[in-house]
């Protein structure tokens, strides 16, 4: 098992496919025009196996497939075949543009869940978010992946005034819709201009639906990031993600996998190992991932403020959110 010095065991694996993508929104990309990572320096097919068996040989036993956006990659039906033969449960994290070309190989892999990143139910809004005009396709996407049964999550990252008047609107899709929407609270990264006074938090979330709906907690199981709510009537639930105001650190068993190779062992850590260079030259990587596991801090990667509010963003050392993949 790849356990960290605090006891945390680490068995479930985000590995970025790609740091390319087809929309532009701002919280993810620094830039509208972004230098994508050449597709050399990017993890291959075999790569991407080689590196996925080890981990799951110490103890992975869930993949989620991150991006980036994954199937924007021309590979991308061979890495999820590939690692569909795998021993792990597969999940993707998608913003949902190209199911429709993808969802043969989709239902063919057996994915356990797809998670779609969606901020907007309305599609003039959707354009500003993202930069492009693909609002319509998304949602029927939601609906291609229901009609085919794919347990189906909505990732909605809540900000003040962009999109915190939309949370009913979200809500009210759980009642016809067997589908969870995850709230989100914004997360600083390079880049994304984050500031505390746009953090929706989880309280204010939770006052929010609670103004229109009754709401019930879920008992969680070990390792959830979201803490979630059934609603009496409703074939959906809500979640949430209290990263900023209530962060999970104590039962993290994540680690990441960057598109060009590199290990994360936490989504705010400054440091990262180089796996697929010693890869490309014959080493083992055994040790290099051992040591990183090892080297985990305790909490938010070591260098952000359990308070929110005194997180200094001149100071964060870390990657834009487009390259670490989520």
């Not at 972004?34 to 790569?47: G, I, K, N, S, W």
């Not at 991308?76 to 690692?83: E, F, G, K, Q, S």
């Not at 021993?87 to 949902?96: A, D, I, K, W």
């Not at 201009?193 to 204010?204: A, G, H, M």
Request: contains cysteine; aromatic residues 8%; proline residues 4%.
């Amino acid at each position: 098992m790849l356990t960290d010095k605090y006891g945390r065991s680490h068995t479930y694996l985000r590995i970025s496919l790609t740091d390319n993508c087809n929309l532009r929104c701002f919280y993810c990309m620094p830039e509208e025009d972004y230098a994508f990572t050449p597709h050399a320096q990017l993890m291959q097919v075999d790569e991407i196996e080689q590196l996925a068996k080890v981990f799951v040989a110490h103890g992975v036993r869930k993949i989620r497939l991150t991006g980036g956006e994954p199937l924007v990659r021309r590979d991308a039906p061979a890495i999820i075949a590939m690692l569909s033969q795998l021993p792990v449960e597969l999940h993707m994290t998608t913003n949902g543009i190209r199911i429709d070309d993808m969802l043969g190989e989709i239902v063919s892999a057996g994915f356990k869940s797809v998670n779609i990143s969606l901020d907007t139910l309305r599609p003039e809004r959707f354009i500003k978010i993202t930069r492009r005009n693909y609002f319509e396709r998304v949602r029927a996407n939601i609906d291609l992946l229901l009609k085919y049964n794919v347990i189906t999550k909505i990732n909605v990252v809540v900000m003040k005034g962009i999109n915190d008047d939309e949370i009913l609107d979200f809500v009210a899709l759980t009642k016809s819709k067997p589908v969870e929407i995850r709230f989100i609270e914004f997360m600083p990264f390079s880049g994304n201009k984050w500031s505390s006074n746009q953090v929706l938090t989880y309280d204010d979330i939770v006052n929010t639906v609670q103004q229109a709906y009754t709401i019930q907690p879920v008992t969680a199981r070990p390792h959830d990031t979201a803490k979630a709510f059934s609603i009496p009537g409703h074939l959906g639930r809500i979640a949430i993600i209290s990263t900023m105001t209530a962060p999970f650190c104590a039962g993290c068993n994540r680690i990441r996998l960057t598109a060009d190779g590199k290990l994360k062992n936490c989504l705010f850590s400054a440091g990262e190992t180089d796996l697929l260079s010693t890869l490309r030259t014959g080493g083992d990587v055994l040790p290099l991932i051992q040591q990183n596991i090892l080297s985990k801090a305790q909490a938010l990667g070591g260098q952000l403020a359990e308070n929110f509010e005194q997180i200094e963003t001149d100071f964060l050392q870390n990657r834009s959110m487009i390259t670490i993949g989520g």
